[in-house]
C-alpha cells in the first residue's frame, strides 16, 4: 500500500483543492479531536497554505461530539501551530518581525451541552426515521448543529476516515453529526447503531446509521466540502479525497476497507487489547472491545489494556456509574427502566458490553470483558466489567501465540479484526 510524502501531500492539495473556489469565503475547518490518529500538523498547513491567502477568513471547530473540550493550546498543538506562528503582529516596530502564518485563525471547541450554542436547522419526521432505520425506530428527531455555522459561507471538514462502531466507517458527514450536533440526534442514532450491535455495523459501508447522518446533513444551509484521508496506526498517510463529504467519505471508505481491515483465520479465546495513550477514558478506549469484539471466541475473554487510564468518562461518568455496561436485550427487554437516560450512553454501554442475551432476568454475553486499568476493581464490578491489576500483566508473555489462540493487539482501536 502506497505511503504518501510529505512532498506528495502538499502536491496534492495544490492539485487537487481548488483555491478559487474559496475566494473571498468565509472558512470553517471542522477537525477530530487528539483522540484520533491524524497528522494534522502537515494536512492542516498545506491546506491553509493552499487556501488561506484566498479565502476572507478560516477558522477551526474541533468535533468532540460530547467528548471533553480541549484547552486552546492543545487544540494549536494538535494542528502543528507555534506560539510564533500564532504570533497577532509584529513585537517590535521593525519591518523585519513577521505577522504569524496563523494569526488571524480562531480555534474553537464544539459545545454539545450548551443549548445556546445551538441552532435547530429542520427535523426528521416519524415517517423519515421509520424509512430510514427500516422500521427499526419510530420518532421525530429535531436536527441541532453549532450555531458557528451562521457566521461561515463553506465548512470544510479535513479529519480521517476509520471503521466504526456507530455508522459503519466514520468520517464525512460525522463530522457534523455527532461532531458538532445537538444531543437528540446524537442519542437517537447511537442507539440505532446499538440496536443493529457493533458486531453487525462496524466495517459495512452502507448502513441504516449512515443514512441517517447523510439526511440531516442535507439540512445544513452551507456549502459543503470534505478532505476526507486514510492513515495507519503509525500515522502514515495512504489516501486522500477531496470533494463533497459523501463522495470524498465514499472513496476513503473504499479504502479503510482495505487499510484498516485485518481478516483472521480462526478465533481467540484470549485477547490483550492494548489502548494507546491518547484514550484517556474508557468512553473513547472501548473501541479496543469494538474493534477485536469479532475475532474472541464464545466464552473468550478481551482484556482491554491501559494502566494509563484513570477515568470511565468526564462527561458521562456518573450515568455510566448508575447503569453499568450491559448488552443490547438488557435494555431493550427492561425499555421503562432505561428509556429516559441518554440514548448515546445505553449505546456506548452495549458497544463495550458486546453481544449477549437477556432472559428471565439472567444476562449471559458472549464475551468476558476485563479492564486492566487504574479504575479499581470495586469500580468494575458496580459497572459490571471485570478486572486485572495492571501490573500483573507482562504484555511480551501474550505475543506470537495465535496458534494457541491467545491474540496480542499492541495498539488497539483503529483496526478492525474480523473472521475470514
Partial sequence: MKILTDAEVREWFAREVPSNVFAGQRVLVIVP???????????FSALHDQIGSAAKQVDVLVALGTHPPMPEAAI????????????????????SEARGKYANVRL??????????????????KADTEAITEG????????????????????????PVFPHE?????????????????????????WLGAIITNVGIIGVKGTPVRAVVDRAATLIPNTRRAITFIVASDGNLHGLFYGTPESAWESAADLSSQVHIKWMDRSFHTVLSCAPPMYDELWVAGKCMYKLEPVVADGGELIIFAPHLHEIS??????????????????????????????????HSTHVRGTGTFDNGLEQPRVRVTLASQIPAAVCEQINLGYRDPATIDVESFANRESEGVLLVRKAGEYLYRLK
Fill in 33 to 43: 479531536d487528539s483522540t484520533r490518529t491524524a497528522p494534522l500538523p502537515l494536512l
Fill in 76 to 95: 494549536a498543538k494538535m494542528l502543528g501551530m507555534s506560539d510564533s506562528d500564532r504570533a497577532p503582529g509584529p513585537l517590535t516596530r521593525s519591518a
Fill in 108 to 125: 474553537f471547541n464544539h459545545e454539545w451541552n450548551n443549548p445556546a450554542r445551538l441552532t435547530t436547522i429542520g427535523s426528521l419526521t
Fill in 136 to 159: 427499526r425506530m419510530s420518532l421525530d428527531v429535531p436536527v441541532t448543529i453549532n450555531s458557528r455555522i451562521a457566521d461561515y459561507d463553506t465548512l470544510l471538514v479535513l479529519g
Fill in 166 to 190: 456507530v455508522v459503519g466507517f466514520s468520517g464525512g458527514n460525522k463530522y457534523y453529526f455527532p461532531g458538532i450536533s445537538g444531543p437528540e440526534l446524537l442519542n437517537f442514532f447511537h
Fill in 314 to 347: 468526564v462527561t458521562h461518568g456518573k450515568l455510566i456509574a448508575e447503569i453499568g455496561y450491559h448488552v443490547r436485550d438488557y435494555f431493550t427487554k427492561q425499555w421503562d427502566r432505561f428509556k429516559d437516560y441518554p440514548w448515546g450512553v445505553l449505546a
